[in-house]
């Protein structure tokens, strides 16, 4: 547009006389230096519009995108493994059980075993590698309403000590080893709790003849419908701090009674 301007100016110069040619000549110097100056302005404003537009359309773009995309199952945050294939992950460290009454849940590499150590027992699992570790369900009937009829949980434990094993030596003995005189074996209450309408305890026991430094037993019980309910797990001392304390305790305390 500024050239075409520039171009019937000076045609319109062109038919004037020559007294006035200098004078318009000397304009025509002027105007048309200012007409490029505005043509040159315009075209600076054409170049920012140009940017703008091509900025506003890269930000559309952008947030287009952004708004389009969808986060891939297999993205994982820092610190997590990747899920390639997009299904949640499960726990497979630990199998449910549902019995007859009640349900637990298993270490999935426990396997069954048809030991039966204690009367009323309805269920044993024991790792593959150590029978040490191992769990058991007891059901035996009872005139009690609650568990809490056994007296504390200490109390009840005194009642049930046949639990934590019995010893193959009887006789006497000197004090070593941390036993007193003429005892071959103890049992250390860690933790009893009352966790209605459970009975929860964490016992050590150690027997002169045994090995793995002791046995970590962890007991669960409840009465319900005239029948008491015993979860036993357990762990040598050994393997307790190996890795096996997780097991042990995870099983424990998932045992309830429906």
Known sequence: MASTQCFLHHHALSTTPARTLSSQRHVSNIKPTQIVCRAQKQAVQEDDGSAVSRRLALTVLIGAAA??????????????????????????????????GFKLSIPSKWNPSKEREFPGQVLRYED??????????????TDKKS?????????????????????????????EGG?????????????????????????????????????HQLITATVKGGKLYICKAQAGDKRWFKGARKYVESTASSFSVA
């Open 128 to 141: 593959n590698f150590d029978s040490n570790s191992n769990v058991s369900v007891i059901i035996t009937p």
């Open 67 to 100: 708004v389009g995309s969808k986060v891939s199952p297999a993205d994982a945050a820092y610190g997590e493994s990747a899920n390639v294939f997009g299904k949640p992950k499960t726990n497979t460290d630990f199998l449910p059980y549902n019995g007859d």
């Open 179 to 215: 036993f007193d005189p003429d005892a071959v074996a103890t049992a250390n209450i860690l933790e009893a709790s009352v966790r209605p309408p459970y009975y929860f305890l964490s016992v050590l026991t150690r027997t002169a003849d045994g090995d793995e430094g002791g046995k």
């Open 147 to 175: 568990i809490t009829d056994y007296g504390s949980p200490e109390e009840f434990l005194s009642k049930v000590d046949y639990l934590l094993g019995k010893q193959a030596y009887s006789g006497k003995t000197s004090s």
